[in-house]
């Protein structure tokens, strides 16, 4: 393409874009609404929208000195955006595009493949040369700055008499189907990168302190042979409930925990459906509806509350990405490196390593309340094969690559499953650890997963779906909780707690329930909240 204006130009791309980077938003209108009849026009309507909302966006911000820059820019992003849409029918919103940042390079090469090579190099490489050696016709300032006018006046003119014409289509499309503007690329993208810079530029982060008057209601009164508390926390990585056996999956996936005296609570809901959403969320004060994430790094979470009752002990171990900020103010430990772990393969640093070396933190904090909170790579994917040593593959035959698109729905459960087993193995290390410790701690483990994940049930795979469209298999989690044996059942009644765990609960339970184990009195802490609260045995 030589010597063509800029108008013409905008117009290509935007045509080049509507066509070939849009396969998601196109299944799922036609999922939607089908091609019978009219509706088949209809759909064909939304293909002229698209490519003049694009030429009205490109037009806008087109000078001599812009156009090219961010039509490449525009091209390279939307070809990996349409991969992970088209591969995994994921949605690019604002956490998306956080949980993305987030993401460490380990967890990235897991998402590497030849597809992605070829969708960036056909969608981004190739379209980005052609704009670059386009020579582009400008005229002198008067006139393009009227032919930008004329433009942008012609974009509107044919957007609005399209919706116009088809206005009974459109008003469903806005008003009853709107997660259908999720899958609009490179729109919708473009959106979710201003709002989320938008989140970033409200001004310096202050945090606010919460439960500054945080005690524990035992100390000044106990006796000698009163004995503290060490609890473990661990957050699993995208364990579903339903592959858990423990909630009836047809697998045996849990052979280890189903030995173990645990109440597992069936009905458990996360508060998102990304790590870098849920983790902050779910030891956050806000509950699901009133989470967000400026409120999350602006206010002290439940370990700041534990930790200012100068009693408690924190220690946080990572296996995964971080800790998304909670435990920036207690001792953190990064386990993704050998530097640290002692349990890492050929393939990667494993869960159990965190187990490593306890011992002597707890040396350290002896006769002292204690919580160490573990972080599981757990299931993370799309790499499940990964996420276990090779004497765990039980369920075959399995899916060994990234594309999983490209493997049976068995291949890919297989994987997930065996992963599943692999937590199941390291959880149940992770309680015998604690029970020499029955003795003279009272003891207890509480399991959580951050979120679930798709397997390709209805096309979609992996997490991060916005939470109100997303299915339930991303937001339905595993969880349970052990006690020693000891004086810890003395205070909780277990067969009480037995009695209500098939209640529906979510991560927004876990700040008060946490408070509530520890014996914290705080006004921050609500007993309606606390899962333990009706079963604690009156003093």
Known sequence: MKNITTNKLILFISILLAAFYNYSFFKAVVNVY???????????????????????????FSSKYTTKPILIIT???SSFTAYFMDTYNTIIDSEM?????????????????????MYVLLLGVLPSILVYKTKIEYKNLKGEFYSKIKMIILSLIIIVATVLSFSKFYSSFFREHKPLRYHVNPIYWIYSIGKYTNSLNKGPIVLKTIGNDAIINEKGNET??????????????????????????NKETNPLLKKEEIINFPNMYSCGTSTAHSVPCMFSIYNKDTYDYKKGVSTENVIDVLNHTKFINVLWRDNNSSSKGVANRVEYEDFRTSE?????????????????????YIKKHKNEDILIVLHQMGNHGPAYYKRYPKAFEKFTPVCKTNQLEKCTQEEVSN????????????????????KPYSKDYETAMLYMSDHGESLGENGFYLHG??????PNEQKHIASFMWFGEG????????????????????QDNLFHTLLGLFEVETKVYDKTKDILYNATKPE
């Open 97 to 117: 595009i956080r949980n993305t940042l987030q993401t460490n390079l380990d967890e990235s090469i897991d998402l590497f493949s030849i597809k992605l090579i």
């Open 34 to 60: 089908g091609t019978e009849g009219i509706n088949l026009i209809y759909i064909s309507s939304t293909t002229l929208v698209l490519i003049f909302l694009n030429v009205f966006i490109f037009t806008l």
């Open 487 to 506: 004086e810890i059942k003395e205070d909780i009644d277990v067969k009480k707690l037995s009695s209500y765990k098939n209640k529906e609960f979510s």
């Open 465 to 470: 779906i916005p939470y109100i469209i997303a």
């Open 75 to 77: 091209l390279f992003v």
């Open 224 to 249: 000698e042979t009163e004995k503290t508390e060490l609890i473990i926390m661990v957050v699993g990585e995208a364990a579903r409930a339903d592959r858990f056996s423990l909630n009836g999956y």
């Open 415 to 434: 994987a997930y499953d065996n992963a599943i087993l692999y937590t199941d193995y390291f959880l149940s290390k992770v309680i015998n650890f604690l």
């Open 340 to 360: 640290t772990n002692t349990m890492c393969d050929d393939v990667e640093c494993r869960d159990e390593g965190m187990l490593v070396g306890l011992d002597n």
